[in-house]
Nanobody, 125 residues
Framework: QVQLVESGGGLVQAGGSLRLSCVGS????????MGWFRQAPGKERDFVAA????????DYTDSVKGRFTISRDNAKNTVYLQMDSLKLEDTAIYYC??????????????????WGQGTQVTVSS
């Protein structure tokens, strides 16, 4: 069974940091572009960051540039999202996703074939 499992979410004060992890199982994701998306209550699921399958290219939505860093460890079948200088508006459920093999990174939620169950990130004042 192919799975992506996120962890690392929680409650943090504004200005703080969290590191999200997403571990894949059931198959290797080393040849898949990976992405992080988030969904706030009553809103659509939005792109946050993506990384190419070799890991050489990254992409970020403007609101997190300079604060968030996406990375991957293919040996561990894991992708990370380091979140620094967190703001109230970063509060959301964060989802990890994988494209099918060999595809490039994408901002489009419909381009992703595999999804995790999500992890809650709450930023307080």
């Amino acid at each position: 069974q192919v799975q992506l499992v996120e962890s690392g979410g929680g409650l943090v004060q504004a200005g703080g940091s969290l590191r999200l992890s997403c571990v894949g199982s059931g198959r290797t994701f080393s040849r898949n572009a990976m992405g992080w998306f988030r969904q706030a209550p009553g809103k659509e699921r939005d792109f946050v960051a993506a990384i190419s399958w070799p890991g050489s290219r990254t992409d970020y939505t403007d609101s997190v540039k300079g604060r968030f860093t996406i990375s991957r460890d293919n040996a561990k079948n894991t992708v990370y999202l380091q979140m620094d200088s967190l703001k109230l508006e970063d509060t959301a459920i964060y989802y990890c996703a994988a494209r099918r093999e060999w595809g490039g990174s994408s901002r489009n939620v419909f381009d992703y074939a595999y999804w995790g169950q999500g992890t809650q990130v709450t930023v307080s004042s």
